[in-house]
């Protein structure tokens, strides 16, 4: 059952009384949904349950930093997204940089798969791609973030950023086709 608007913000202001019980409701809240986004971008069902549980570990220290401009959610997505890049930089994520000659990439925003194809078919296309591509695909696509905002998080060039995501719409697309076409 989901909690009332008020019954939501009085969860999170108990939170921010370091209340134990509250932070139990609010995991229980939103774990499944983290873990689901964690799962998307690590590919590693226990590496996505250790990062979800550092990221409502390091929400629940700041907490205090919540001002409610954006749902709780949102917020709690973002920390959960920049623990995953995190963990993948760890892993010394190599993303291959492209000559920087290559200074304008017409992106494509035709995707041209076809009307019956739906959002979990692409979802699962996205994630059979490279690490690289998944990557940047996850966040543009799926997460709402700007080329800008993906090289300032992967620490790559935009240029790179852009090749990324049309190399990957590509793949993206010849799998879709072949399994809907092929």
């Known amino acids: 059952m989901k909690p009332t608007k008020q019954l939501h913000q009085s969860i999170i202001e108990a939170c921010k009384q370091n209340n134990a019980k509250a932070q139990m409701q609010l995991y229980d809240l939103y774990y499944e949904a983290m873990y689901t986004v964690a799962l998307r971008y690590v590919k590693d069902s226990f590496e996505a349950e250790d990062i979800m549980q550092d990221a409502f570990i390091k929400a629940f220290r700041k907490i205090y930093l919540y001002k409610e401009e954006v749902a709780f959610g949102a917020w709690l997505k973002r920390i959960v997204i920049n623990q995953s890049i ?13 000559n920087e000659e290559v200074t304008s990439i017409e992106e494509n925003d035709d ?3 076809g009307m019956n194809i739906s959002y979990n078919d692409i979802v699962s296309s996205i994630d059979k791609l490279k690490e690289k591509y998944r990557v940047v695909l996850s966040l543009y696509l799926l997460e ?7 090289s300032q998080i992967l620490e790559i060039s935009e240029v790179t950023s852009r090749t990324h995501l049309m190399r990957g719409k590509k793949k993206v697309q010849e799998q879709l086709k072949n399994v809907y076409y092929g």
Do not use: A, Q
């Open 86 to 98: 995190d963990w993948l930089k760890k892993r010394k994520l190599t993303l291959v940089s492209i």
């Open 111 to 113: 995707w041209n798969v």
């Open 144 to 150: 709402g973030y700007d080329h800008k905002e993906i």
